[in-house]
């Protein structure tokens, strides 16, 4: 059974940085289609970071120039390097595998598999 787990949020001021980390058990990292997503309060869960097979990224604009997505094969581990975060980086934030190709990457319905979230909080 694939399981996903989340770690490395908390709360950070305005400008600080942040690595999170996505364990993954029966499911290899490397070589696979991931994401990073998240969900603040009231919004929808949107993708930030997509992470194709072959290691290239995409970045969704608003994260663009300041957040890394990458991969790990030995840890068999998702990270997500986030510098200069500004309040509105504040969110649950998700790893996703398993893509879905009826779906664009940035889209909750485009990934099976989820994790339980780690939060994120960023003061002004």
């Known amino acids: 059974q694939v399981r996903l787990v989340e770690s490395g949020g908390g709360s950070v001021q305005a400008g600080g940085s942040l690595r999170l980390s996505c364990a993954a058990s029966a499911y290899t990292v490397s070589h696979n289609y991931m994401a990073w997503f998240r969900q603040a309060p009231g919004k929808e869960r949107e993708g930030v970071a997509y992470i194709r097979a072959d290691g290239t990224t995409t970045y969704a604009d608003s994260v663009k120039g300041r957040f890394t997505a990458s991969q790990d094969s030995t840890e068999n581990t998702l990270y997500l390097q986030m510098s200069n975060l500004k309040p509105e980086d504040s969110a649950m934030y998700y790893c996703?595998?398993?893509?879905?190709?009826?779906?664009?990457?940035?889209?909750?319905?485009?990934?099976?598999?989820w994790g339980e979230g780690t939060q994120v909080t960023v003061s002004s």
């Open positions: 996703a595998a398993e893509r879905k190709w009826d779906y664009n990457w940035f889209q909750y319905l485009g990934f099976s598999y």
